[in-house]
């Protein structure tokens, strides 16, 4: 005897519109996706400042730009591989991006802290050489580091990275298929059940 599925009626919900009895819904990935994409923006701005630097050190060497150079190198590969591991589910991606976020709203805060201050000496971060005259330039670096951080902290991103390794199949608790319902995959068959119940 075979069992012919109903079609959907009018109201309802498709069927495998809800997870089945016993599996909770997977997390949405939103916020560490666009976190991981931040991430990977800002570590190619921190990349192009390398090689801003590189190009300046090659004309003359200053130890503001080999400074810079070194900071925007971290900040690089922390952000890349953060920003890379995030979006392929690694625990380690996030806290990578943490620090490289971080990291780079702690500089662009010592740079303005040193204006404050009224230390005069030239400062190089993120591909912007200045003279305190053109702080601003830093903010391009300062907003997008605040909302990376933010991103990869909430906790949306650690339930979605966490997601990752629970079962996506409710366990088998010993008991056949029923008709008319596909098996299980991975699941082997203990018997057939009886014709009749």
Known sequence: ???QPYPPQ?????PGAYPPPGMARQPSGATAIMAGIFAILGGLWFLAGVVSHVIELSRFVISFLVVGA???LVSAALLLGGGILLL???RA????????SAGAIGFVALTF???AIGSSFYFSYGGVMLHFGVGWLLFLVLIPAIVTLVLALIPPTGR?????NTPTQPPNLGYPPQPGYPP???VQQQGQPPAQW
Not at 93 to 100: K, Y
Not at 160 to 164: M, N
């Open 88 to 90: 392929v589910r690694k």
């Open 1 to 3: 005897m075979t069992y």
């Open 10 to 14: 009018g109201g309802y919900p498709a």
């Open 113 to 115: 802290l040193f204006r």
């Open 93 to 100: 991606g996030r806290v990578l991006t943490v620090i490289g």
């Open 70 to 72: 070194v900071l925007d």
């Open 160 to 164: 979605w990275l966490a997601a990752k």
């Open 184 to 186: 299980v995959p991975g």
